[in-house]
């Protein structure tokens, strides 16, 4: 039985789950899955839990092939979904119970096409099966906030090669988001202006660190970029929700992100990177301290290569030493040749 | 030239340091390292700046041999010595020159020889010369905060086998150092009691998640252990500062270090780890924004085992999911066999 517990000493929220242990290749990155077993292949639906969110063109029935991408629970799941969500403290410990939703968006059929080599209308659809999952996941009430992430290649803890996203449905509001939504309340409470609104003002004024740049948005080496060739992608529009973004808006943000992982598999010989997706927590209680620190917030995308384990102490440190100036891996990243 | 970045979304900042991309072994770990043209190894003193620091017991001169232990400037520093700390900001951005010390402490002349296998005494001079080094880095009041790590085995990151730790000395306090201080706050604030001193006291009463403990520290799992097999290192004095401990208290951390290191060793197969020493900023300012922060916090020592890239995607999402209960792990390592 998964549970969550809270470290009093950092605030920081674990998911306990025993169960994940039983996931067959823990340990093993499977780039080279046999077709015949996969859960992820074209024929294979019956592998995996029922779907939750597919897409049909040819209006075919769910848990069979037609499909262009689904979404299905995740065989080894983080959180359980029955239940309630109930506080149960340890003396000076926290201890929630671990409900929550654990899916895993499969992005294509093909067992080899990375995301970003898939035409723009493939990307745009992955994008609209995140908004439309986090829209239906809302509904939940006992969920807080909702995770969206995906881990490309071995070093980035991804353990099969077909192209696929996680989503994670929390009781709670991670730490990470929680810090995120303070400082830019405290930035908006000084200057009376949104932190990220000035911060895109400052990335198009200085220019040196942008990547590349649409009508919707703007994807940039982030000035304090904790490992080289880090990239953020931002919205031009203020909203702190992901799930607002409309059509028009994500067939934008599907150029920019296909552009910035071209771009990046260029410049670094096809990286493994961990991607997040960065959205205001959905729903607030008092035990999130979060009342009213939404609307500073916008929702963000952060692509976070991983090259090798010289990043790795910084795990355990919090503490980041970066050789490559971002103004540096943007520049690169501008003028690598994608073949495009 | 290094420069100090902050990271205005999540309030980290960040070490530039294109110096370091100089380092001959950055993706390499050199378990083999000829011992003809390691710099740590004993009758090679020169090929490493002068030491800082060193015990020598014959009384020899610096910089030859003698040594039972060495502390060295890095060849390849995060940061510089010399200069003053200038806040530079760069619009809605800030930075600072990268001033600060990074230096190694050589554990031992033994090439082969782990921390947890030397004797009490060969733990306890590094334990001493941490304290030692701390004292005379406080002394210059350019520095706020003083990191004391040690990185194990080539998934920590560590990129030699010749057993040392590392000493960083900051112009700013950093994010995870300033959360920590603020959650004890928060904690006083609320109860009027220490945080510390309640989770010394319920792991002593829940006793499941304790691996040793002796007359001045416990060694424990903690309850929201972010990986299998994480361990706290608490001393049973309240003190913010590591510097405060005396010898008496620094040979019983010297047992319960080399208790913990050994036992996770035979419980894992000799896996590489972080170690963090969690001591308060040795110095604040307004913009830190620790006044009176300090004497609610217990100086502390985390190890964090790495194994393998499962946990890879934790560090870019900052969200952590472990599938094994501290309270199993240290019963494990309560039990497990270690041949002494």
């Not at 205001?280 to 916008?298: Q, V, W």
């Amino acid at each position: 039985m998964p549970e969550l517990r809270r470290d009093p000493v950092s605030g920081r929220w674990v998911i306990f789950s025993p169960e994940r242990r039983r996931r067959p290749s823990d340990y093993k990155y499977m780039s080279e899955q046999d077709p015949a077993t996969s859960p992820f292949a074209y024929g294979n639906e019956h592998l995996t839990p029922p779907e939750v969110f597919a897409v049909r063109p040819d209006g075919s029935a769910p848990d069979g092939p037609g499909w262009a991408l689904r979404v299905v629970p995740n065989r080894y799941p983080a959180l359980r979904i029955e239940g309630d969500v109930k506080c149960d403290p340890h003396g000076v410990y926290d201890r929630l119970g671990g409900v929550g939703a654990h899916e895993v968006v499969i992005e294509t059929p093909e067992p080899r096409l990375a995301l970003e080599d898939q035409p723009l209308d493939g990307v745009h659809r992955v994008l609209e099966a995140y908004k439309s999952r986090m829209l239906d996941l809302t509904r939940d009430h006992r969920f807080h906030y909702i995770l969206i992430f995906k881990n490309h290649g071995p070093l980035a803890g991804a353990t099969l090669m077909h192209a696929h996203s996680q989503i994670v449905a929390l009781p709670v509001v991670p730490m990470v988001v929680f810090q995120q939504l303070e400082m830019a309340r405290r930035y908006a409470e000084f200057r009376e202006r949104g932190l990220f609104e000035d911060l895109l003002r400052q990335e198009e004024r200085d220019r040196d660190r942008i990547v590349h740049e649409n009508s919707g948005f703007i994807v940039f080496c982030p000035y304090a970029s904790r490992v080289p060739f880090e990239m953020m992608i931002l919205p031009k529009r203020a909203e702190p929700h992901y799930t607002s973004a409309d059509t028009g808006e994500l067939l934008q943000l599907a150029d920019a992100l296909k552009t910035a992982l071209v771009r990046l598999r260029h410049s670094l010989d096809g990286p493994s990177y961990n991607l997040v997706l960065r959205s205001a927590p959905i729903r607030c209680s008092a035990r999130d301290r979060l009342t009213h620190l939404h609307e500073d917030y916008r929702w963000h995308i952060e692509i976070m290569p991983r090259l090798g384990h010289l990043a790795g102490f910084e795990m355990g440190t919090g503490f980041f030493i970066n050789s490559v100036l971002p103004e540096e891996a943007a520049r690169h990243m501008r003028s690598v040749h994608t073949g495009e």
